[in-house]
């Protein structure tokens, strides 16, 4: 259970994690408060000091509703965030958030290492072609409809077989365009109900598939407030509680806003799972 991201391998046998980092005006939770150099490069930092493997670089809001931004605009926002963690952080991996294969390009030109595309390549018909061509890393995530309308009414016969289904076809897909290494995401939250969400984080371990790694993210999201009746920002406990739900049903990669609190989750469960029966 690995992958090669820039000839290093990483072993997901031990669960890895993923900081956010949105350099963006209107993301969900953090928007405005990273997207000015400086404050990038210190939330960088942060969550590298708490344990982060990747850092994902996100310059287009995908909330909810949310209007596109233009891809000038996103990569205006992301390209030099991305050359100034390169070049001040060299060992951490950085990943691009984007759905545009011309943003992943010039992403992985500027130093990024890995594709993080939320419509698994349905937004972009040369998605799989570029990110071959790249010979990068690949995150494949399961979207609903697009960010303006996939929290309308979204419906399924079944969630989890229309899921590990789209997964199926896509790992075909991307190995035919040349990408040897595959992360899948469920896309919490994207086009599914809180019931939805639940179904899947409950049998997290039926959508893993020939071994690729398999990403969640949960963090602070509307499953955690709405469901418990409290602000966005109160989601932490609730997170890491569904972040350890996570871990024990499989998960290897955890996308977070909070790396310090996901790390410890991740550090409890292998201490549990690497314990021993002790006689009284």
Sequence with gaps: ?????????????????????????????????????????????KMISEGA???????ASSKPGVEEVSPDEELKRVLPVI?????NFPHIYISIDTYRSNV?????????QLVNDISAGNADDNMLKTVGKLGVPYIAMHMQGTPKTMQNKPTYDDVLIAIRSFFSEKIAA??????????????????????????????????????????VGVSRKSMIHKTLNIDIQEALNGTTVLHTVALRQGAH??????V??????VDL????????????
């Design 83 to 87: 050359e100034k963690i390169s070049k």
């Design 260 to 265: 310090k609190e996901a790390k410890q989750a």
């Design 104 to 112: 992943a390009r010039q992403a992985v030109d500027a130093g990024a």
């Design 1 to 45: 259970m690995n992958i090669n991201c820039n000839g290093n391998i990483i072993d997901f046998t031990s669960p890895k994690i993923m900081g956010i980092l949105n350099v963006t005006p209107n993301s969900f939770y953090d928007g405005g408060k990273h997207n000015r150099i400086d404050t990038a490069l210190l939330q960088t930092e």
């Design 174 to 215: 991307a190995h035919a365009a040349g990408i040897n290494d595959i992360i899948v995401d469920p896309g919490f939250g994207f086009g599914k109900t809180p019931q939805h969400n639940f179904a899947l984080l409950n049998h997290l371990n039926t959508l893993q598939i020939d071994g690729v790694p398999l990403l």
């Design 269 to 280: 469960i292998k201490a549990l799972d690497t314990s021993y029966s002790i006689n009284p």
């Design 53 to 59: 493997t990747f850092i994902d670089v996100g310059g």
């Design 253 to 258: 990669l955890l996308r977070v806003h909070d």
